[in-house]
């Protein structure tokens, strides 16, 4: 009866190993689906990160940017340089002196501006010092960019 009842024991012993082993599995895998759950969530914000990445890069890529320099040259002269730095062209392109075309500005005369500017491409309007008028002070360049919206460039015009 002894051997019976130490055989008994064993099996009982087997059995809760058995069941102690399963829910250990069990749980494992239970850990193991939460584990790919949030990988598939962390895969699927980085694919959402990258798109919206690659649409801010794609929207920059339709742009225009125009940027302004003021270049002394003797011995009373300036030139106003507008430079687009963008990666796309400036359409429409409009300058303002003062709050006024620049072609109606005292100082600047009848110039001819491009109304387009090429990506990487350079514009001037030269002016003339004058005692009897003040030099503009303020410049705005409006334009459109490829993406059809409005861009602008306002600034003091810092003369050398």
Not at 26 to 38: C, L, P, Y
Not at 40 to 53: D, H, I, M, P
Request: no cysteine; proline share 5%; net charge neutral.
């Amino acid at each position: 009866m002894n051997i019976e009842l130490a055989a008994l024991l064993i099996s009982v012993l087997a059995l809760l190993f058995s069941l102690w082993s399963w829910r250990k599995g069990f749980d494992a895998q239970n850990s193991g689906n939460r584990i790919q759950e949030k990988l598939a969530s962390l895969q699927a914000r980085l694919v959402n990160l990258e798109e919206t990445k690659y649409q801010q890069q794609r929207a920059e890529a339709l742009k225009a940017r125009v940027v302004v320099e003021v270049v002394r040259e003797p011995p009373n002269g300036y030139t106003i340089l507008l430079r687009n730095t963008g990666s796309s062209a400036a359409r429409n392109l409009q300058v303002h002196l003062d709050d006024k075309p620049y072609n109606q500005h005292p100082h600047i005369g009848n110039q001819n501006l491009p109304s387009l500017l090429n990506a990487n491409s350079t514009a001037s309007i030269k002016y003339f010092d004058a005692f009897d008028f003040a030099p503009p002070r303020t410049i705005r360049v409006t334009w459109v960019n490829e993406n059809g919206e409005q861009d602008v460039y306002e600034a003091a015009l810092q003369i050398p």
